[in-house]
């Protein structure tokens, strides 16, 4: 019996949810804890990094832990309810820091609090995406949910993206700390609210032989499927050029672009951002496949945000009174990042069956598994380079304080602080997205011929 309606819904409901969890603690947990909090950058900057790498290796232990499970309810489900009201509790009490803690006490809070965050999301995120071939028939309907659901998680990641400041504003005025503790509050409930539908209404139809692999099963996996590294090494890449501009652009539009209403200019471009990106996955990806094959799409795409980051670069160095000039370049970027996280989950699946023929086995889970660990990887070097970034230019509020009282907080910052802004944020990704291009071209062989001559190869065997 195929998937019904309510069911697809139901569960891309769920990577809406998960997935605006993850966006608020990706890109503004950085800016919560230094520049609204004032923990040091390169503190912060440590803690991202070790507690997402720790995060990355702690997946398959998760897994393992998924698979043994036995219960009236299978063996997904509970996790994933266990795993998504522990995760809300957690993202609420990290965005809620007391106010009586300073200093060490603050570092010690920022890194206890994200690291229990990391590995309740994991405890959440594996059965998730585990949980697929256990309602699922397989084939169309299977890669048709997958991609279904990786769409929905790229729209809670936009929704997000529109709406916390504008919103952290409106619920705390002038106090960003106590905006996002009440943000935070929000999403956690909405997180669980979701999260519990797609429980209620995602039913395991099939008894699943999970496997989860280890770290050892996954390196090894990738380096005897030459087509899984390729594109794991993509992703890397583009990941790291997208959460770098994801954690900067805050502090973009706060010292460098100015003004006193910043956060509404920010806003704006946002909104604008969120919304090419959700039309992207939704509209331009389907269009553009009609007429083209991914990979002159994946071409055009990095083209596209090579470009957008250029012109992004160029106008920074006007007098940028104006943010909607700044959607010039949001246009190509945006555009590029929603379907180029279509066509990496896409790239990646392909080479399943690459490694079936070359291998004589499926590493299907191993490499799914992979593309967790190696996003969340990105993420975490990521944050790291925007840290130093950060640290090296002063920016932050106490760097700041006499502009404080205007709320013009570009007042206070010299122009080589801007211009390292600036380039940190647009050299660094154009440069990783140059190397994905090469790379890319020099080491993926999938096209969909080669696909069509794999499938029929596995059809005769």
Partial sequence: MNLSVKEKASYGLGAVGKDMVY??????????????????????????????????????????????????????????????????????????????????????????????????????????????????????????????????????SALITIFTMIAVHALGGADERVGFRWFALIIAILFIVFITITCLNIKEKSTVDMKSPSVGEMFKALIQNDQAMAIVIAIVLINCAIYITSNLVIYFFKYDFGGANWYQSYTYFNIFGGAIQILSMMIFYPLLRKFNSNFRIFYICLASAIVGYAVLLLIAFTSM????????????????????????????????????????????????????FVVKLASGVAAFIASICLQINKLSNEAVTEAQQ??????????????????????????????????????????????????????NR
């Fill in 406 to 459: 205007t709320m013009d907080f570009s007042e206070g910052v010299s122009q080589a602080s801007r211009v390292g802004l600036r380039m940190t944020m647009t050299i660094i990704p154009i440069v990783g997205l140059f190397i994905a291009i090469v790379w890319f071209a020099k080491k993926y062989i999938l096209t969909d011929e080669k696909l069509e001559e794999i499938s029929g190869k596995l059809k």
């Fill in 23 to 156: 966006m608020l603690s990706a890109s503004y947990v950085l800016y919560y804890f230094q520049d609204v909090l004032g923990v040091s950058a390169i503190a912060m900057g440590i803690i991202l990094l070790v507690a997402r790498v720790f995060d990355a290796f702690n997946d398959p232990i998760m897994g393992i832990i998924v698979a043994k499970t036995q219960t009236k309810w299978g063996k997904f489900r509970p996790w994933l309810m266990i795993g998504t009201v522990t995760n809300a509790i957690i993202l609420f009490i990290m965005f809620a820091a007391p106010p009586a803690l300073d200093g060490k006490g603050l570092v010690a809070y920022a890194a206890v609090t994200y690291i229990l965050w990391g590995v309740t999301y994991t405890m959440m995120d594996i059965p998730y995406w585990s949980m697929i071939p256990a309602f699922t028939r397989g084939g169309k309907e299977r890669e048709g949910l997958t991609t279904l659901a990786r769409s929905c998680a790229g729209v809670g």
């Fill in 321 to 372: 009174t104006n943010v909607f000039i700044l959607f010039i370049p949001a246009f190509f970027i945006f555009a590029a990042n929603g379907v180029l996280q279509v066509l990496t989950t896409v790239f990646l699946a392909n080479t399943v069956d690459y490694g079936e023929l070359k291998n004589n086995r499926r590493d299907e889970s191993v490499i799914f598994s992979m593309q967790t």
